[in-house]
């Protein structure tokens, strides 16, 4: 069956140029986005990715004396699509900085200490389910320069393949009970309630040391006969 | 029927990890016909960006997309300079279209992807077709060489490149 791709909702996508965030105004187009016929170049996409890219690190907290610090927390990351169906086999990388708020990137000048025991990068394979697991610990808050005080709430970096070209996912999940997602001009650059709503996981009660959240993300495209609106 | 809404579309960041950005965009491998694609990617003013992270999706030379001995999938990231490389192979044309590389940009301040296409010469492609006429020139890429192009994107101002919607 072919993957049908409809076109993006204003309410619950950003839209581009973002108050409070003024990169935006330098780098998202000033032309209106063109609109293009879908052919089998837009919906089709490499399959499988994971034979492309390694598999890389499923657990960042590590343990003992390799253990990073920070609060340790486990992601359950579904991976569905429109219809809801899972995605198992897709490909998803995740990536986040420290419980200090510092990424392992050389480009990050934020003056907060790295962690010798944590490397911020994982990348998954999602399992029958549509399931990805990350065993982590949660991010720090960190200041975002050349702003009047702008600090972003701890978030999580996901990119997605989904199942065609135009159902790549790029986007971020954040915590719930964070003051700080308040005012954030990234996640507040998604109008809709719900739709911002559905990027903050959710905490699952449990008795553990390890706080678990659970997470959906829903890669773009449904199931259809080509050509349907 | 149940039908979910696409959860929301948020920039990469300027932190994108240097593993994922590197070892990704030589597509060629150990093929003939090989073609390297250049270029510079500058936001407003011409400013070159730095860690900007492309992704590319093209058909083999026959233009299949189901080839298991050529995945048609590539990732590069600028350098400081701006300037990106990939190495691949001339894309086959594939019915109804013209021969294309459809390429993908994330970055920080980039609140969604965002889509263009690159194509080897003007034709009476449908998707070429579907920007305005002033702007088709800046999506065929400029031979620099036998076996090389060049394809620059200019994100916002000036010789702004065509973006696509979907």
């Known amino acids: 069956m072919a993957v049908v791709i409809a076109r993006r909702d204003p309410l619950t996508q950003a839209q581009g140029v973002e108050p409070g965030y003024a990169q935006t105004a330098r780098r998202w187009p000033s032309q209106p986005l063109a609109r293009r016929p879908h052919t089998a170049s837009e919906l089709s996409g490499p399959q499988p990715v994971a034979r492309l890219l390694p598999l890389v690190r499923g657990d960042l907290a590590g343990h003992g004396a390799r253990r990073a610090l920070g609060q340790l927390i486990r992601l359950r990351v579904r991976v569905v699509d429109e219809d809801g169906a899972p995605l198992p086999g897709t490909v998803v990388e995740a990536w986040h900085c420290n419980a200090a708020g510092k990424y392992i990137h050389p480009n990050d000048t934020h003056d907060a200490p790295a962690d010798p025991n944590f490397y911020g990068a994982a990348r998954l394979v999602a399992g029958d389910s549509g399931l990805v697991e990350l065993r982590t610990i949660k991010p720090g808050a960190y200041p975002v320069p050349d702003t009047n005080g702008w600090w972003r709430p701890p978030h999580v970096h996901f990119s997605v393949w989904g199942r065609v070209w135009l159902s790549r996912l790029v986007t971020q999940m954040f915590f719930p009970g964070e003051p700080l997602n308040e005012a954030d001009a990234i996640l507040n650059a998604i109008h809709d309630p719900g739709a911002r709503g559905r990027c903050i996981a959710r905490l699952v009660p449990s008795t553990t040391n390890e706080l678990i959240y659970d997470y959906q993300l829903v890669v773009r495209g449904r199931k259809g006969a080509p050509g349907m609106p | ?166």
């Open chain 2, 1 to 166: 029927m149940k039908r979910l809404v696409p959860t929301a579309e948020m920039t990469l960041g300027p932190f994108f990890p240097r593993e994922f950005a590197e070892g990704a965009n030589d597509l060629a491998g150990a093929a003939e016909n090989v073609v390297e694609i250049t270029g510079r990617v500058t936001e407003l003013d011409g400013k070159p960006l730095d860690n900007v992270i492309l992704e590319i999706w093209q058909a083999d030379a026959g233009g299949r997309f189901d080839n298991p001995d050529f995945a048609g999938w590539g990732r590069a990231a600028t350098d400081a300079q701006g300037n990106y490389r990939f190495r691949t192979i001339r894309p086959g044309a594939i019915p109804g279209r013209a021969p294309h590389v459809n390429f993908l940009i994330l970055y920080s301040g980039l609140m969604r992807q965002l889509q263009t296409v690159m194509f080897f010469e003007d034709s009476n492609d449908p998707v070429l077709q579907a920007v305005q006429p002033s702007g088709r020139s800046r999506l065929i890429a400029r031979a620099t060489g036998k076996n090389s192009l060049r394809f620059d994107i200019r994100l916002r101002g000036g010789e702004e490149t065509p973006f696509f919607d979907d």
